[in-house]
Structure formats: structure tokens, C-alpha cells
């Protein structure tokens, strides 16, 4: 079955960076599309970024547009999210999901995904 892993997690200062990794396995995903979601303590899960494993086309959420970077590597079946220039406000639990479908229909929530991994912390000080 399908296994998300996630790591990279942590504690940064406000204006620093972290990457995300997530290691997807179980399956091969060519016609499926990864994810970030990221959940604050009292508020919905949030889409962050998603990439579309065939094309490589990705989506953002404008809060986190021209911070965050997500990237493939398809030898390794691994997803990352490069998170530079980041706030108090992105602190949260961050998710790694995967379903069949595009980056678009992800992002859209036309898609909701079917695997998600167990979550890594990511906490930002002021």
C-alpha cells in the first residue's frame, strides 16, 4: 500500500528556512500528484503546494507564493518543500499527500487525497 513519510520538521526563527521531505512509496505514481497541506492548532488543514508527477507543473497557495518551492525527485520518489523566508503564521503541523490526478486538481480541492503521511512540526519564532 501507499507510505508517505515525512521529514525535515523543526524549530527556525522568523526570516529562516527549512525543507520538507517526503519519501512516497508503494506504488509507482507517475499518474498521481504530491502534495503539502499544513494544519495550525484550532484551524483546518490548509493546501500549501502540490506537483504533478508527470509534468512537474505545481500549484501554490498565494500565502506561501515565492517562499516555498516544491520539487521531485523521481529517482527516489521523494517530494520536498523548501521553505525560505518563513513567518510565525506558518507554523503547523505539515502533511505530505498523494492521489491520482494533477497538481490542479489537488490544489483545487477537486481531488481530495487519498494517502497522507503522519505529519511533521514546523514551529516559527518571532
Known amino acids: 500500500q501507499v507510505q508517505l513519510v515525512e521529514s525535515g520538521g523543526g524549530l527556525v526563527q522568523s526570516g529562516g528556512s527549512l525543507r520538507l521531505s517526503c519519501a512516497a512509496s508503494g506504488r509507482t505514481f507517475s499518474t498521481f500528484a504530491m502534495a503539502w497541506f499544513r494544519q495550525a492548532p484550532g484551524k483546518e488543514r490548509d493546501f500549501v503546494a502540490a506537483i504533478t508527477w508527470s509534468t512537474l507543473a505545481t500549484y501554490y497557495a498565494d500565502s506561501v507564493k515565492g517562499r516555498f518551492t516544491i520539487s521531485l525527485d523521481n529517482a527516489g520518489n521523494t517530494v520536498f518543500l523548501q521553505m525560505n523566508g518563513l513567518k510565525p503564521e506558518d507554523t503547523a503541523v505539515y502533511y505530505c499527500?498523494?492521489?491520482?490526478?494533477?497538481?490542479?486538481?489537488?490544489?483545487?480541492?477537486?481531488?481530495?487525497?487519498?494517502?497522507w503521511g503522519q505529519g511533521t512540526q514546523v514551529t516559527v519564532s518571532s
Open positions: 499527500a498523494t492521489d491520482f490526478g494533477t497538481a490542479k486538481t489537488i490544489a483545487t480541492r477537486t481531488v481530495e487525497p487519498g494517502y
